[in-house]
């Protein structure tokens, strides 16, 4: 049975940095590209970062580059999310999604875990 599972998801201040992981399980986790995406309360899910299955190419969302960053342990199965400097406005639910590897950069995730709540405090 393939499952995403986000943890991680905290309350944290203005300013600091929060790790989110995602650990992959039912699936040959080398074999996808992940991703994370998040959506505060009112708004359409966004894009946030997305890393290689290989982990050799990065992509974020404007709103995020130079405090965000992705990385991946194929070994164990985990995608993780190094949030730095945060704002009030990174307060989110965070899903991680894997892709498959061949599919083209931009298209559609195929599946998606069930998120964790990030809380950014003024």
């Known amino acids: 049975q393939l499952q995403l599972v986000e943890s991680g998801g905290d309350l944290v201040q203005a300013g600091g940095s929060l790790r989110v992981s995602c650990a992959a399980s039912g699936l040959t986790f080398s074999s996808y590209a992940m991703g994370w995406f998040r959506q505060a309360p009112g708004k359409e899910r966004e894009f946030v970062a997305a890393?290689?299955?290989?982990?050799?190419?990065?992509y974020f969302a404007e709103s995020v580059k130079g405090r965000f960053t992705i990385s991946r342990v194929n070994a164990k199965n985990t995608v993780y999310l190094q949030m730095n400097t945060m704002k009030p406005e990174d307060t989110a639910v965070y899903y991680c999604?894997?892709?498959?590897?061949?599919?083209?950069?931009?298209?559609?995730?195929?599946?998606w875990g069930q998120g964790t709540q990030v809380t950014v405090s003024s």
């Open positions: 890393i290689s299955w290989s982990g050799g190419r990065t």
């Open positions: 999604a894997a892709r498959w590897r061949d599919k083209l950069p931009g298209s559609s995730f195929d599946y």
